[in-house]
């Protein structure tokens, strides 16, 4: 069955072969979030490391904290009323020009924004024009919570740096590359048909980046190998590759589907949410509430940052004790599962902050696949080493921050020097 879908012919190699300017470039990346504002600049194609960076956070609030570093300079930090999106960047990107000024050319170049959900519309990063803020818009229904503002924020820099091109990567693109198989639910096929009801899957920005990252690590052709990625997060997502290609990932048309996170549900029985309308009395906007931002690991112990959640659980709290392990096995699962699809696996690799920041949690999702041959050096796990495996291991157990910026910041650079 062929995707509705405008699917990437290369999957994660979809830009390998596109040329790259030589000509220097000032990119600017944003990652719009519910309240907060993650950017870096950097200069491409030939620094991979941002000429300065920051985040803004709690928008809305009267003790907004505007968070600033420069290259070889100390970091500012500015606490100031922020009420909206469109005020926090305007602060930021008023710092940002300041900044720009005294680097390369000048100015920004071209502006890379993370969005969230492409839905059928887009396989691949793309120069932003008004048809694709209205597919940006429209996919909303499936991202509620990030497409507005990925969307705002490309409007808002449309305003704030007038004739700058806004490219949009989707965090959807990379799993294109799923088969059919893999992408069609259990339902009426006219709905797949007819609505684009399937699986999307999202956080595939990190999730190329971090297998590509373990590629060379282990020195062999992505092509070459079967990995499974882990991002474990405030969202979190596993993905299985194979000839360097997603062939499934645990979110689905939304990104609610799969394991339990921070304050999302994962997996559930879906006549759970006729039983909470039908015999609770939720109404469908509680609904949507209560799955999306009251449930997880909030929603089990009323904590969702697992430092927290393991503090609480060293200390004898049962709830806390029960979400680790109700966490730590549906991450299980995935992996079980997508070692079976693959017919076996090369290298699992963690990332994002649980990922690459607990011991505790890696050591604990891994201790059920020694049947893998997989042994575990713990005192490189403890030191979140790169590579935390023993020598005499089977298969790779890594740990490799993400760099989704970075991915952005290039894929906006081929763009631009392909398109102008």
Do not use: W
């Not at 030191?383 to 023993?390: G, Y």
């Amino acid at each position: 069955m062929a995707r509705i879908c405008r699917r990437s012919e290369t999957g994660l190699g979809n830009l390998r072969a596109n040329k790259v300017n030589s000509n220097a470039m000032i990119i600017l990346v944003l990652n719009c979030g519910s309240s907060s504002v993650k950017y870096k600049v950097f200069d491409m194609p030939a620094c991979s490391e941002p000429l300065f960076y920051g985040i803004v956070e709690r928008i809305g609030f009267d003790d907004s904290t505007i968070f600033y570093k420069e290259k070889g300079a100390d970091a500012q930090k500015l606490v100031k009323p922020l009420k909206d999106h469109n005020q926090a960047l305007k602060e930021t990107c008023g710092l940002i020009t300041k900044s720009v000024k005294n680097k390369s050319n000048g100015k920004i170049d071209a502006i890379g924004h993370r969005v969230v959900h492409g839905g059928a519309n887009f396989s691949n990063p793309v120069l932003v024009d008004q048809s694709v803020k209205n597919a940006i818009k429209n996919n909303s229904k499936y991202a509620p919570l990030h497409n507005p503002l990925n969307l705002a924020g490309i409007e808002i820099c449309e305003r704030l740096f007038p004739g700058v091109p806004n490219i949009a990567v989707f965090d959807t693109a990379l799993h294109q590359t799923i088969p059919a198989k893999a992408y069609i639910y259990g339902l009426p096929i006219e709905l797949y048909e007819k609505h684009n009801i399937c699986k999307y899957g999202f956080q595939g920005i990190s999730h190329g980046y971090v297998a590509k990252e373990a590629a060379k690590l282990i020195n062999k052709p992505l092509e070459n190998l079967k990995i499974i990625t882990c991002h474990l997060g405030n969202g979190s997502s596993i993905t299985a590759f194979k000839n360097s290609e997603s062939i499934d990932t645990s979110m689905g048309l939304t990104p609610l589907e799969g394991v339990v996170m921070a304050t999302r549900c994962g997996d559930i029985d879906p006549a759970v949410v006729l039983h909470l309308t039908d015999e609770i009395g939720l109404s469908l906007e509680q609904v949507i509430e209560l799955l999306n931002k009251k449930s997880g690991l909030i929603g089990l112990c009323g904590q969702s940052d697992m430092r927290n959640i393991i503090e609480q659980a060293k200390k004898g709290n049962k709830k806390a004790q029960a979400a680790i392990e109700v966490f730590v096995y549906r991450i299980q699962k995935y992996i079980g599962a997508y070692i079976a699809t693959l017919n076996g696996v090369d290298a699992i690799v963690f990332t994002a902050g649980i990922g690459e920041n607990s011991p505790y949690i890696r050591g604990r999702i891994l201790e059920c696949f020694g049947y893998l041959g997989l042994k575990i050096d713990e005192a490189r796990n403890e030191e979140n080493q790169a590579i935390f495996s023993t020598d005499d291991s089977d298969i790779y157990a890594m740990t490799i921050p993400t760099n989704e910026e970075l991915v952005i910041a290039q894929q906006t650079c081929q763009i631009v020097a392909n398109t102008f």
